[in-house]
């Protein structure tokens, strides 16, 4: 059973920075490209990024390019997302996800598995 735990949300004020962590559990990891997804209250469910299962290729959403950054770490199983100069509209519950193929990279990652979220709160 695969299981994506996040960490890291909070409430922020406007310019602000955070800091999300996914840890993964259940499956080889180095396998498999990941992403992060937000939605917003009365919203639906949108791409932020994505990192590849190798080399650290990665995608990012127009919203969030040049402000977030996200990474892995193969050895903790373990995806970042570090989100700098946060906007009011940055607010949202913020999903981690895992590709369900193994060895394939597309933009967005289509997901097999997600995470239960964590809340990210930007105030003006």
């Known amino acids: 059973q695969v299981q994506l735990v996040e960490s890291g949300g909070g409430l922020v004020q406007a310019g602000g920075s955070l800091r999300l962590s996914c840890a993964a559990s259940?499956?080889?990891?180095?396998?498999?490209?990941m992403g992060w997804f937000r939605q917003a209250p009365g919203k639906e469910r949108e791409f932020v990024a994505a990192?590849?299962?190798?080399?650290?290729?990665?995608y990012y959403a127009d919203s969030v390019k040049g402000r977030f950054t996200i990474s892995r770490d193969n050895a903790k199983n373990t995806i970042y997302l570090q989100m700098n100069s946060l906007k009011p509209e940055d607010t949202a519950v913020y999903y981690c996800?895992?590709?369900?193929?193994?060895?394939?990279?597309?933009?967005?990652?289509?997901?097999?598995?997600w995470g239960q979220g964590t809340q990210v709160t930007v105030s003006s």
């Open positions: 990192i590849s299962w190798s080399h650290g290729t990665t």
């Open positions: 259940g499956r080889t990891f180095i396998s498999y490209a």
């Open positions: 996800a895992s590709d369900k193929r193994p060895y394939i990279f597309s933009n967005p990652v289509v997901p097999g598995y």
